[in-house]
């Protein structure tokens, strides 16, 4: 998946609009004041996780350039998102690699 220019722009709205809505709540502030009042600092930080996929499309990859920009407005990625550098592959091995291995005394799993 490819975040487009529209869609960074969004999600970025979204940022500043949960910052701004819980900066803004009087309860979350009359709260804050009271633990300050009881001789407490506090420093309040919340998680979101933000799923995104196209409706209608299988589940896909998150590129390392799209990771770095969700990063960026400190949106955490799932790391069941994997980049699409570093999705799994399968190790190929050919017979003179089993048996150089074999040769070192290096076994390896023939399911790879």
């Known amino acids: 998946m490819q975040l487009d220019d529209n869609l960074k722009k969004l999600l970025r709205e979204l940022g500043e609009a949960i910052n701004v809505g819980v900066s803004e709540s009087a309860r979350i502030q009359n709260t804050i004041g009271e633990i300050r009042a009881a001789g407490f600092d506090i420093v309040l930080r919340l998680d979101a996780t933000i799923g995104l996929a196209a409706r ?8 390392r350039q799209d990771r770095r920009f969700l990063e960026s407005l400190n949106i955490r990625v799932d790391e069941e998102v994997l980049d699409e ?15 150089f291995l074999k040769s070192l005394k290096i076994s390896i799993d023939e399911s790879l």
Do not use: Y
């Open 56 to 63: 209608g499309e299988k589940p896909s990859h998150i590129t």
């Open 85 to 99: 550098e570093s999705a799994a592959k399968k190790l190929e091995v050919t017979a003179q690699d089993l048996k």
